[in-house]
Structure formats: structure tokens, C-alpha cells
């Protein structure tokens, strides 16, 4: 960022939900004008300040950083004694699902400086064997442990796999990023295929932070009918509309309740468990596991990371990016504390040093708390009292 430049007003005309903040560098200038910058020397590095807005996403994205999806489970795709994937499970969709419209802005050429080009990516719709790349040195080596479904391939490396094998092409479909620019009011409308489950800036599928439900779809046939929840829906109804007669609704939930319990005693009701860091999801027990060959659907109810380009606009990832960068900034002059400056001034880090632990400390308790807006504990549904 040079010191003289003068950057035009609409680069900062920018609301919370339609931020101008949509990169790290961006945020980066936002933070160093935060403290002064280019009036005042900011003595930090570039990489510095990126791993400050990297630590602070991270943050976020633990406790606050997410959205409530719901995901649809194939019992076929459940691997025995293992589980399942479920950033894959997010996944997997029909690749006319997420054909959307992706709008271009580009007012004239005076502002092609403003437009981020997007880049076309491929993703691999189904897994290839590594030995038939062995005989080609440029493919050999990055390609040794063959090709792995839903892995992303830059658009480079596909058109060196397909250069070589043209029948390969098949086996990959085509997904671009949005374009993204600041500025520009003349829009023409493309029809591109953009994965909402893929984190273009990470290179990788959005993960998934926790599972909070699963419910197995009910199985075909004349016991969808005649249940015993049925059964008793059907008697507390009766119950009221016609006459003093059958379960009332107290004896309904006792009959809930004892069901409830027969079903963990039992086993009828399949639990689970869930790793994030290996994104594996296991059940018990499992699907299959009888050998009988009954499948069956469900819905998966869990929270996944958001894309970092949504995490990076957060309010709170600038605060605490902005205090870390407080902390290393008077570090960096703690170390020159005894030299003189022209004018016989010096340089002073203790004041900005304990602004930026108090301000960390703060923004950290507000994270790890759940105040208003954030935190990973959801608002009370109702009270009691």
C-alpha cells in the first residue's frame, strides 16, 4: 500500500452484510490505518499481519463461525467398521444442483483493477488407479497414490492429466469460484457451476464442527401406518373430539417416555458418534451390519465451518486481528525501548502493549461466554419460572 495513493470512496462504502472487507490484504490495510498507518511507521511485517487474521479465524470459526445444515444420509455410503465422511457426505450432490447464476460486474477498463477473475477448478467424480501416471515423469509424482473422489484439481494440473488421456476428461466436472470485485454497475449474468460446499480460499471442503441430530427416515410398508405412535396420536385425539375415553395426553407422554427408554435399552434407535478433526461419523449399530441388505435414508443435522471469505468480514475477527497486531507492534518497539529517536523522543510500548492484552482478553471472553451474537451456545427457546 503505497503512502500517496488516494483510494476512491466506494472502496469503503460497506455495511455488515455487504462488506468491502473480501481478502486478506484488504483487511490488513484496515488494520494498519487502525494504528495510524501512513501518517505513523507501523513497524510489522506483511506475514505478520496475515497470521494475525489467520490465528483470529481460526477463533471464529471454533465458536461462532458456522451455519446449521442439514445433510442427507445414504446408508449405502457407510463404510463398515469405519463410518462415513461427512465433509464428503456434504459433498456429494448432483453436479446440476449447484449450477447457479454468478454475476459479472465490470463498469469499464478504468476498474479492471478492482475484478478478482475467477478460476475454474475440476473435481474428480470418481477414483482412478495411480499406476497408469507411473510412465509420465510430470504426473508420476504428485499423482503416485492415484486420483481420490471429490479431490479438486487446479485448472493446470487437470488439463495436464487430460493432455495425456483425453477419456479422462469424463471423469471430472468443472466448479468456479464467484467473481468477487469493489466496484462496477454494469452486470451480465453467466451460467456457472459454483459448489456452495467448497471453500475456494482454503482449497477444501467446508468442514463439519459438530453433529447435533440424526433421524432415520421411516421404512416403507404397512408398519408406517399402524404404529404405537400413531396408535396413540389417533386415541388422545379421540380422546377430545369425541368423548371422555382413551389416553389422555398425560398417559400419552408416559408412553413416550417408557418408549424412549425401550429404545436405549433395546438398541432400536441407532446412536452415533462424531470426530471433527477426522470428519468420520459412526453408528451403532452400524448399517448393514446383519448382512440383510436394508437400506435406508436419514437427515443429518449438524454445524459447518463457514467459507473464510464470510469469516474474514466478521466485526470480530478486525477487533482481535487489530489486538494481536497491538501485542507484536509493541514487542517489535520493546526491543528498541532504550534508543532515541530525532527530537529526542522514544519509543514507547508499554501503552500499546496493555491496550492490546486488554482488548484481547476482552474479545476472548466474549467469544468463550456466547455474548449476544457470539459464542457456540444457542439462545434459551423458552423459559420456565
Known amino acids: 500500500m503505497a503512502k500517496c495513493d488516494i483510494t476512491p470512496i466506494s472502496a469503503f462504502q460497506s455495511t455488515n452484510l455487504n462488506s468491502k472487507v473480501d481478502s486478506f490484504d484488504r483487511l490488513s490495510d484496515r488494520v494498519l490505518r487502525s494504528l495510524g498507518y501512513p501518517f505513523v511507521n507501523v513497524e510489522i ?10 490465528v483470529a479465524c481460526e477463533m471464529f470459526a471454533k465458536f461462532a463461525g458456522y451455519t446449521q445444515e442439514y ?39 478504468d476498474f479492471s483493477n478492482y475484478i478478482t477473475e475467477p478460476e475454474t477448478l475440476y473435481i474428480a467424480t470418481s477414483a482412478i488407479d495411480g499406476g497408469i501416471f507411473s510412465l509420465t515423469p510430470e504426473l508420476s509424482s504428485p499423482l503416485s497414490g492415484g486420483i481420490f473422489e471429490n479431490q479438486i484439481f487446479s485448472e493446470t494440473l487437470y488439463k495436464s492429466i487430460t493432455g495425456t488421456w483425453a477419456a479422462l476428461s469424463a471423469n471430472f466436472i468443472p466448479s468456479q469460484q464467484e467473481n468477487f470485485t469493489r466496484q462496477g454497475t454494469k452486470t451480465t449474468s453467466k451460467k456457472e457451476k459454483y459448489l456452495n460446499s467448497f471453500d475456494y480460499d482454503v482449497m477444501d471442503y467446508r468442514k463439519v464442527i459438530a453433529v447435533q441430530d440424526f433421524e432415520e427416515g421411516s421404512t416403507t410398508g404397512i408398519n408406517t401406518l399402524f404404529t404405537i405412535e400413531q396408535t396413540l396420536a389417533q386415541q388422545t385425539y379421540f380422546s377430545y373430539a369425541m368423548g371422555n375415553y382413551g389416553f389422555d395426553l398425560v398417559s400419552w407422554y408416559v408412553l413416550k417416555d417408557w418408549m424412549e427408554m425401550r429404545e436405549k435399552l433395546l438398541a432400536t434407535k441407532r446412536s452415533y458418534t462424531f470426530d471433527d478433526r477426522t470428519q468420520t461419523m459412526r453408528m451403532y449399530p452400524q448399517p448393514d451390519s446383519r448382512g440383510d441388505g436394508v437400506r435406508f435414508y436419514g437427515v443429518v443435522s449438524c454445524y459447518v465451518e463457514r467459507p473464510i471469505r464470510d469469516i474474514i468480514k466478521e466485526h470480530w475477527v478486525y477487533q482481535y486481528t487489530l489486538a494481536l497486531t497491538k501485542i507484536a507492534v509493541a514487542n517489535i518497539r520493546g526491543k528498541y525501548g532504550n534508543v532515541t529517536l530525532f527530537g529526542g ?11 492490546g492484552l486488554a482488548e484481547k482478553e476482552k474479545l476472548e471472553t466474549a467469544i468463550y461466554e456466547g455474548s449476544p ?13
Do not use: C, W
Request: glycine share 6%; hydrophobic share 35%; proline share 3%.
Open 71 to 109: 445433510l442427507l444420509f445414504d446408508s449405502a455410503l457407510y463404510d463398515t467398521n469405519k463410518g462415513i465422511r461427512l465433509d464428503q457426505l456434504f459433498s456429494l450432490q448432483n453436479s446440476d444442483s449447484f449450477a447457479d447464476q454468478v454475476e459479472y460486474k465490470n463498469e469499464s477498463e
Open 345 to 355: 523522543g522514544s519509543l514507547n510500548s508499554t501503552d500499546l502493549m496493555t491496550q
Open 45 to 54: 511485517h506483511r506475514d505478520t499481519l496475515y497470521e494475525n487474521i489467520s
Open 373 to 385: 451474537g457470539l459464542g457456540d451456545a444457542e439462545p434459551p427457546m423458552f423459559f420456565v419460572g
